[in-house]
């Protein structure tokens, strides 16, 4: 069965809601290097990032070269955290605008190379709200929460499925706009080849005049 336009970006939205919008990874990071990720955010989503550096040895203090330098920007190069020589630190804010946002980490160079082990946990959306803090000051039980977890990923739905219309009409367009360019670019070339055309019969005919053999 063919599912229709509407229903396709019904389930794309379902599927982009209902999957964790989380990124919760470790990672390692040189001295002297970057390393940066990516995550797509649409206007007024909330983002929430914890970062931390791994102690390999615990109950120990980590040495004074253990340090991170952490930036998040977004896709206008507008800077939304930054944070320099830390051992730990979070971020949270509602992105003001659509587009991909970055989160880079580095160290800076030391002789000898120090690797660091980073945990970083950045999630956007309705897996970014704190629903146990939640619970604490509306003092709800079970239920509640679970009927605001359901109305914020409606709401997350309803705007997920206008996000993606414009989206496809976007597209739309762009294959309309591009159509007309190649429609026109066709009956140009078509208009040149037979203009060559007719200036080389034109040749032909005034060379062999002039050579008398017509």
Partial sequence: MILRSSQLLLLLAILGVLSP???????????????????DM?????????????????GTVLPQTHKLTVRVTSTQGNTYHQADHVESGQFAFTAPEDGDYMACFWVLDQKPDITLTVDFDWKTGVQAKDWSNVAKKGQVDVMEIELKKLQDMVASIHEEMFYLREREEEMQELNRS?????????FLSLFVCLSV???QIWHLKTFFEKKKLI
């Fill in 21 to 39: 919008a989380t990124h919760s990874l470790r990672f390692e990071l040189q001295s002297g290097h970057t390393k940066c990720i990516a995550e």
């Fill in 42 to 58: 649409k206007t007024n989503s909330m983002t929430v990032g914890k970062y931390s550096i791994v102690n390999p040895n615990e």
């Fill in 178 to 186: 591009t159509n007309s360019r190649m429609a026109w670019l066709s």
């Fill in 197 to 199: 055309a007719g200036l």
